[in-house]
């Protein structure tokens, strides 16, 4: 990458200062990413690309204010040092262009070769190909922006025609259905600070452990999500996408499809987005549904704000009263992403004054989980609810971390299941394994839906105990990077 640069000095001081400036912001933000994430990945890159406006600013909280301060100056002074000391020079400009030809010529082979692989389809392995042919700032500078472009790429397409292939797992579909299921899909929840998960230093779920106590719910005591990054997390929870299996996400029916196809009425009720490179892989499973809200999507005529899962109540109590004998409720909060301090209110801090910020959410959570069954209750009377969370948290650091260990995976695991019959099959599951892996959701949420699978045929669907790391790699989840 250096005659780049060098090339770019050489062009005159507007040229040098723009074209350098640019270079060295993708350099800070590369060396700002390995910092963070212990290593520049695929999913890193989509992750920072995919954040929206609400979430950047939440997200800038995090960061030191005098370190963000001391780094705009510093580039704010390189770049003026740039055009100080650019100059125009034919010399040097033909020294630099016979050094990078190579580099040329070998992007151009790689491309094409990337280009003729027929089982490459998507704009996603079209960069990530790229990026791993060409490493360091210029591959990751193109994977930013093809991901960015997205042409032609069909997780972007809007579903109109639904999926006809159903996965090979599913060759019954005559069992008994459940009326009302409610799945909630927590965000960077660790089980760890979890009262009912034996956390005592602050009381952070009053709610839950009065059902735990009373023998309302029952709670898997060692459970895990098969990823630690939300865009692999959620689809493998609601399709066919799996570590070993990414193209199931676009070539087969997924779980609100299936749902359908049971003569189900399916909702899709999200404080998160769904569009961006980031969230789209769950974005376009939700669109499948039969009513859809998210933070980007009929969010203003429901008075849904992004991050503020308190204002999805309203919509998702209009929903519980919905005449549709059986129904599928999906509602996608927030939890505890980082920042935390925008994921409480005064009430989290009122009757947990002595608690960490993210200790407070976790209670935020837990309150939210007791008025959505209380509202389950009083409107749907016959239902069964799923709680789970997409992946865990490292406290005060976030996820998606390379070398993050385990806490990035630790997630709660609850069911209120009055027939017991489901909540059998995840203790019988997590019993022989010593783990729930979040890859047995899908198939709790297929015989609750009729389509019947008892526990050891998930157990010979799921034979190994992998998960899909931050490299998007596929790992045993007791040989995790760390």
């Known amino acids: 990458m250096f005659p780049m640069p060098f090339l770019f000095f050489n062009l005159g001081k ?68 740039f055009y100080i000391f650019g100059r ?36 996603y392995d079209v960069a990530s190909r790229l990026r791993f042919d060409l490493p360091g700032i210029l591959g990751d500078m193109l994977f930013g922006i093809l ?26 579909q005559n069992g008994k259905k459940v009326h009302n299921i409610v799945f909630v899909m927590g965000e960077s929840s660790l089980a760890t600070h979890y009262g009912i998960y034996g956390y005592n230093a602050g009381n952070t779920t009053p709610v839950l452990d009065k059902y735990k106590k009373e023998g309302e719910i029952c709670v898997i005591k060692n459970s895990h999500s098969a990823a630690n990054m939300t865009r692999s997390s959620v689809p493998m929870t609601f399709s066919f996408f799996a570590p070993k299996n990414q193209n199931a996400l676009l070539s087969e029916k997924n779980i609100i499809e299936l749902a359908q196809d049971q003569d189900y009425k399916t909702f899709w009720i999200s404080s998160q987005d769904g569009t961006g490179p980031y ?116 406290v005060g650091t976030g996820h998606g971390i390379q070398y993050g260990g385990y806490d990035q995976y630790t997630v709660p695991f609850l069911m209120y299941d009055p027939s017991k019959k489901y909540c059998n099959i995840a203790e019988e599951f997590e019993e022989k394994r010593g783990y729930y892996s979040s890859l047995v959701n899908k198939y709790i949420l297929l015989s609750m839906l009729g389509y019947p699978f008892s526990e050891p045929e998930i157990e010979k669907l799921i034979p190994d105990d992998i ?14 990077p760390q």
């Open 14 to 81: 507007i040229v040098s200062a723009i074209s350098n400036g640019f270079l060295l912001f993708l350099t800070i933000s590369d060396l700002f990413i390995s910092y963070k994430c212990k290593a520049v990945t695929d999913a890193n890159i989509i992750a920072v690309l995919g954040t929206n406006k609400s979430e950047l600013i939440s997200m800038a909280h995090t960061v030191n204010a005098f370190v963000s301060m001391a780094s705009i100056l510093l580039f704010i002074l390189f770049v003026y040092l």
């Open 88 to 123: 125009f020079d034919k010399k040097f400009i033909k020294i630099s262009s016979i050094v990078l030809f190579p580099l040329l010529v070998n992007f151009c082979y790689v491309l094409t070769q990337t280009l003729a692989d027929k089982k490459i389809t998507r704009t």
């Open 147 to 172: 991901i960015s472009s997205h042409p032609g790429d069909p997780l972007y397409a809007t579903p109109v025609v639904r999926h006809i292939v159903r996965d090979p797992s599913i060759t019954k």
């Open 279 to 394: 969230a789209r892989n769950y974005g376009y499973i939700s669109e499948f549904s039969n009513y859809v809200t998210r933070g980007d999507l009929n969010n203003t005529e429901n008075g849904i704000r992004r991050a503020k899962d308190d204002t999805l109540l309203p919509v998702i109590k209009q929903k519980f009263a919905d005449s549709a004998p059986y129904k599928l409720y999906v509602i996608h909060i927030y939890g505890s992403h980082q920042n935390y301090d925008d994921k409480i209110t005064l009430q989290d801090v009122k009757e947990l004054p002595q608690a960490i910020t993210y200790d407070q959410s976790i209670h935020h959570t837990d309150r939210l989980l007791g008025e959505i069954m209380d509202m389950a209750k009083q409107e749907l009377g016959d239902y069964t609810l799923i709680y789970t969370s997409d992946h865990g948290e490292i």
């Open 467 to 480: 998960i899909l790391h931050s490299d998007s790699k596929v790992y045993d989840y007791k040989s995790i």
